[in-house]
C-alpha cells in the first residue's frame, strides 16, 4: 500500500508560480513511477505531467509544456511539480498519482495510488 499527500496548493495571480509536493510512504518510493494530473470543476480529470522512477524521463500534456517541471528526490520520497506563467484555465484541485507498472502512462486508470488532491486558485 502506498499513502500520497500533497502540499503546496493555493491562490495566486495569473502569471504567479507555485511548487506542488507530494509526499508518499509505504512502498519504496524508487519503485513507483509518478505522476501529476488534474481536474477542473465541472470537467474530467486530466494527465498533467509523468516522471520515470529515476526522474530521468519526464512527459507533458501540452497545455502546460514550458511552463511546467515535474521532478522527484528518492531519497526524501518526495515528488515535485514546479508550475510557472500560471494562467486561470490551471485552476483545478491537483493531484498525484503512482503506479507500478513499466512505461509512461497518461490514464487515470493506469494508477494504483491516489493523493486526496490540493487545491490550486489562479486569479485574472
Known amino acids: 500500500q502506498v499513502q500520497l499527500v500533497e502540499f503546496g496548493g493555493g491562490l495566486v495571480q495569473a502569471g504567479g508560480s507555485l511548487r506542488l509536493s507530494c509526499a508518499a510512504s509505504?512502498?519504496?518510493?524508487?519503485?513507483?513511477?509518478m505522476g501529476w494530473f488534474r481536474q477542473a470543476p465541472g470537467k474530467e480529470r486530466e494527465f498533467v505531467a509523468w516522471?520515470?522512477?529515476?526522474?530521468?524521463?519526464?512527459d507533458y500534456a501540452m497545455s502546460v509544456k514550458g511552463r511546467f517541471t515535474i521532478s522527484r528526490d528518492n531519497a526524501q520520497g518526495t515528488m515535485y511539480l514546479q508550475m510557472n506563467t500560471l494562467k486561470p484555465e490551471d485552476t483545478a484541485v491537483y493531484f498525484c498519482?503512482?503506479?507500478?507498472?513499466?512505461?509512461?502512462?497518461?490514464?487515470?486508470?493506469?494508477?494504483?495510488?491516489w493523493g486526496q488532491g490540493t487545491q490550486v486558485t489562479v486569479s485574472s
Open positions: 509505504g512502498r519504496t518510493f524508487q519503485t513507483l513511477r
Open positions: 516522471i520515470s522512477r529515476t526522474g530521468i524521463s519526464t
Open positions: 498519482a503512482a503506479r507500478t507498472s513499466v512505461g509512461v502512462s497518461y490514464t487515470e486508470s493506469e494508477y494504483d495510488y
